[in-house]
């Protein structure tokens, strides 16, 4: 473990006092700095609990579990928005999580370095996109090749599970998913392949000098010895496609209706938001879009929460920072 | 197996980029004309018309946004890898770091609405770029920390040493050595959020004048957004010139700063 020793703070005191102050200055500012930055953190969350009390005081807990969501008689629940969420978020996770896995091991293990240079390159490159494109993509040209192949091809294999009903559209919830998939695919990548460079030399050299082979040592070696870099890096995806926004509100389809079949258009708490937050004249209105606000909040900062104490816990054992 | 497998997953990334890329290219190229660069949006079914304003907003609130956040970004950066290291106060700073980076950039949006839309009492250009700042602001201090941590020690001590200030010795000395990766930081950051929407959808709004950052304020990614879903074809056209001018940017602007920063590495 690599321990910087800090330096003794009686050098300071012997220097002029001009440079006392100049030191004092500078240090002043770096604290004013992070004050702001804890600040802004701090106010995010009382500023959304407080733009959101009419609406807490209103619906209490019943809110999360509510279908309502009526701006003429002013009823508000946000269970179709975070069912939309939780099941577009769960697509990507299912989709992405094998392929990035693959890809990082592909990255870090199997391909020939120049190979790997130019393949990680362009996933890098897939995380620098922005959302609005993905979302530009995703609305008038990857939603009608799902109307046309994709979703008929669904039905014809699996026609009779509930998952796959209705009349294929193109847009809805299994396409936002398959676009959210694609765009924490880069990020949960990134992270993998730092954890497995991580994996010692020594023991993936005795794994093969034992005979194993690539596959072998990065199944029992690589893959085991960072378990819980894995896990931290599949949360920090979670919470990157849990609160993704644009690409969303272009694909899914902003409707109402709770329904077992992915092909259903829905929403999802970010969407709404980004649909509905201009329009909110009412008060009341206001202050329910406020709380699906901290609703999302919440769930990321716990999300957030996990990863880091996944990823910290891998830092520790691995003897690194 | 395995092999193939993995083989499949990185075909399955390029396929996408790649496709991705040659839809924006292809169907972008085709909305930009000398009009589109040069003149205000025109209404439907209206031939000619562009999106001038809209690229000099995006470029006005993505500026205002670095103005702010860079030197903030950076002054945590430096405490947290000078000043702060291992107290339990820096561990306060990196979550609270952490957990602002972790945030959907349309929080951030609702929160300076909150905070500035509602106090002022209009949209403008100055909120989307405190918006933008703050999505920046996390990013930017952790690349300083991770570059400042990369600066070997008897660097600091020499300095020190030789009776410099601690100021002086982390601008003069630790910023030196750490340049290249600070300023590719900056760069990637602020590409970032040039191609961030959601949070100007309820603060820089959108515009179809020119506009003051005192006012709501066109820019490229928020027009793509209200063109796209419009129902006029001559509209989405322009979103796709829009697109086109954002992905490029973006694009370009982090190619090269990767490859700057590869070639500083090699170098090493």
Redesign the interface.
């Known amino acids: 473990m690599f321990e910087t020793s800090s330096i003794p703070s009686g050098t300071l005191k012997k220097s002029g006092a001009r440079s006392i102050s100049g030191d004092m200055v500078f240090r002043l500012l770096t604290r004013i700095a992070s004050a702001i930055l804890v600040l802004i953190v701090a106010g995010i969350l009382v500023e959304l609990l407080r733009a959101s009390w009419m609406s807490l005081e209103k619906f209490g807990p019943g809110f999360l579990v509510s279908r309502d969501w009526n701006p003429v008689t002013q009823e508000f629940g946000a269970l179709s928005s975070i069912y939309g969420t939780v099941i577009s978020t769960l697509i990507a996770m299912i989709l992405a999580v094998p392929v990035s896995l693959m890809l990082a091991l592909f990255l870090v293990e199997l391909a020939h370095p120049v190979v790997s240079k130019i393949v990680g390159g362009a996933i890098e490159l897939l995380a620098a996109i922005p959302s609005i494109i993905y979302g530009m993509w995703g609305l008038f040209v990857f939603a009608p090749y799902m109307a046309d192949h994709l979703q008929p091809a669904l039905q014809g294999a699996a026609g009779g599970l509930p998952l796959f009903q209705g009349p294929p559209m193109g847009i809805g919830i299994l396409t936002a998913g398959i676009i959210l998939a694609l765009m924490v695919l880069p990020f949960i990548t990134a992270v993998m392949r730092d954890v497995f460079q991580m994996a010692p030399a020594v023991s993936k050299e005795a794994a093969f000098g034992l005979g194993s082979t690539t596959v072998e040592v990065a199944r029992s070696v690589t893959v085991p010895y960072g378990m819980q870099g894995l896990i931290g890096a599949c949360f920090l995806g979670l919470g990157r496609a849990i609160g993704e926004t644009m690409a969303v509100t272009f694909v899914i389809g902003n409707n109402r209706s709770l329904s077992w079949s992915l092909f259903d258009a829905g929403n999802s708490i970010a969407s709404t938001l980004a649909n509905e937050f201009s329009e909110a004249s009412e008060p009341m209105y206001l202050s329910a879009l406020m709380e699906l606000g901290l609703v999302l909040f919440g769930i990321t900062m716990v999300i957030q929460i996990i990863a880091q104490f996944w990823l910290k816990r891998m830092a520790r054992q691995t003897g690194r920072r | 197996?395995?092999?193939a497998?993995?083989?499949?997953?990185?075909a399955?990334?390029?396929f996408?980029?790649g496709?991705?890329l040659y839809?924006?290219l292809q169907?972008g190229a085709r909305a930009l004309t000398p009009a589109f660069f040069l003149e205000l949006p025109a209404p439907p079914g209206v031939p000619g018309g562009g999106v001038a304003n809209a690229i000099v907003g995006t470029l006005v609130i993505t500026l205002g946004a670095s103005i702010l956040g860079v030197?903030?970004?950076m002054?945590?950066g430096?405490?947290?890898a000078?000043?702060?290291?291992h107290s339990r106060?820096a561990g306060?700073?990196r979550?609270?770091?952490?957990?602002?980076?972790?945030?959907?950039?349309?929080?951030?949006g609702?929160?300076v609405?909150?905070?500035v839309v509602v106090r002022t009492g209009h949209f403008s250009g100055y909120a989307g770029a405190i918006a933008l700042a703050?999505i920046m602001?996390?990013i930017i201090?952790r690349t300083t920390e991770d570059m400042l941590h990369l600066v070997p020690?008897t660097l600091?001590?020499s300095a020190?040493a030789l009776?410099a200030?601690?100021?002086?010795m982390?601008l003069g000395v630790v910023f030196r050595a750490a340049r290249a990766g600070l300023v590719t930081g900056v760069i990637l950051a602020v590409?970032?959020v040039s191609?961030?929407?959601?949070p100007l959808?309820?603060t820089a709004?959108n515009s179809p004048n020119w506009g003051f950052p005192n006012e709501p304020m066109a820019n490229l990614?928020v027009t793509?957004?209200n063109f796209?879903m419009s129902p006029y074809e001559d509209w989405?056209q322009m979103?796709?010139g829009a697109?086109f001018m954002?992905?490029v940017g973006?694009?370009i602007v982090?190619?090269i700063s990767?490859f700057a920063m590869r070639q500083k590495a090699h170098r090493r």
């Open positions: 197996m395995v092999t497998l993995a083989a499949v997953s990185a399955i990334g390029i996408f980029f496709w991705i839809v924006v169907k030197p903030i970004g002054l945590v430096v405490f947290l000078e000043f702060g290291r106060l306060v700073i979550f609270s770091s952490n957990v602002l980076m972790g945030t959907p950039s349309i929080i951030v609702m929160f609405y909150a905070t703050v602001l996390p201090a020690h600091r001590e020190l009776g200030p601690y100021w002086k982390t590409a970032r191609g961030e929407t959601a959808l309820f709004l990614t793509v957004f796209a989405q979103a796709w697109s954002i992905t973006v694009l982090t190619i990767r």
